[in-house]
T-cell receptor, first 111, second 113 residues
């Protein structure tokens, strides 16, 4: 059974600092996704990572994928308050149209 | 291009009742997936429909069912509601021909009392 684990689950940080969220998954998967969720809202797609070594960046967020280690990271650079949200990683089971989600990381950025 | 729409957005039901939720995918998308989100269990996959056929199913009891119509709109039904069914139900649409990205709707917040 495919399991996805994120850490940390809670992260409180100051504006201007850098930090990384980690996402480990247990079996081979072909795609990894990062989503953002604001309180009471739906999921907003941030990144789709398709292959080993893939790196994508959007603003202050950068995601990378190491399929050999079964690890993805979401790096936040010079955090700002607007990035406060819950971040989820998710992977697909090969051959199935199904996302398996991590527990989510609740990120709070303080002024 | 309009996004994924879900109706109703909020719903309050009593234990033992049944409920039907609706999802309209992005135009041209043929796959609709449903997810349940609760504080305790997180985001869990319910089922996926493609061209009116259930193609994948999660580990939920038979009280949870769904269907898809010829226009790709989908409904999910929960019978004999339990308190634990209180959750945010999200549907997501994708092209479905090769799994690339799912676009999520705003969700239906179901409260069972």
């Amino acid at each position: 059974e495919l399991k996805v684990e994120q850490n940390p689950l809670f992260l409180s940080m100051q504006e201007g600092k850098n930090y990384t969220i980690y996402c480990n998954y247990s079996t081979t998967s072909d795609r990894l996704y990062w989503y953002r969720q604001d309180p009471g809202k739906s999921l907003e797609s941030l990144f789709v990572l398709l292959s080993n070594g893939a790196v994508k960046q959007e603003g202050r967020l950068m995601a990378s994928l190491d399929t050999k280690a079964r690890l993805s990271t979401l790096h936040i650079t010079a955090a700002v308050h607007d990035l406060s949200a819950t971040y989820f990683c998710a992977v697909t089971i090969q051959g199935a149209q199904k996302l398996v989600f991590g527990q989510g990381t609740r990120l709070t950025i303080n002024p | 291009k309009a996004g994924v729409t879900q109706t109703p957005r909020y719903l309050i039901k009593t234990r033992g009742q049944q409920v039907t939720l609706s999802c309209s995918p992005i135009s041209g998308h043929r796959s609709v997936s449903w997810y349940q989100q609760t504080p305790g269990q997180g985001l869990q996959f319910l089922f996926e429909y493609f061209s009116e056929t259930q193609r994948n199913k999660g580990n939920f009891p038979g009280r949870f069912s769904g269907r898809q119509f010829s226009n790709s709109r989908s409904e999910m039904n929960v019978s004999t509601l339990e308190l634990g069914d209180s959750a945010l139900y999200l549907c997501a649409s994708s092209l479905g021909t090769s799994f690339y990205e799912q676009y999520f709707g705003p969700g239906t917040r179901l409260t069972v009392t």
